[in-house]
């Protein structure tokens, strides 16, 4: 499988759900959680920096990025 390592986490004003930035060998990753601690969603990011990425994870914590569509996590 995938291989990720957790960078930052970013709590949501909102809602206790957190947000995860995450790198793998090639990308970085969102990956969105629930307060029960189950993950929702992961958003990957293909060509973005880790300043593009933690800037995304702020914006969602803050409410200006709408939390994802639900699916399983890989």
Known sequence: GL??????????DKN???????????????KYYEK??????????????VYYVEDAAENWALGIKNDPVKDVCP
Do not use: Q, W
């Open 16 to 30: 206790e759900k957190t947000v995860v930035v995450c790198v793998s060998a090639t990308d970085y990753y969102l």
């Open 36 to 49: 029960n601690g189950r993950c929702f969603h992961t958003e990957s990011f293909p060509g973005r920096s």
């Open 3 to 12: 291989i990720m390592i957790e960078l930052s986490k970013y709590y949501s």
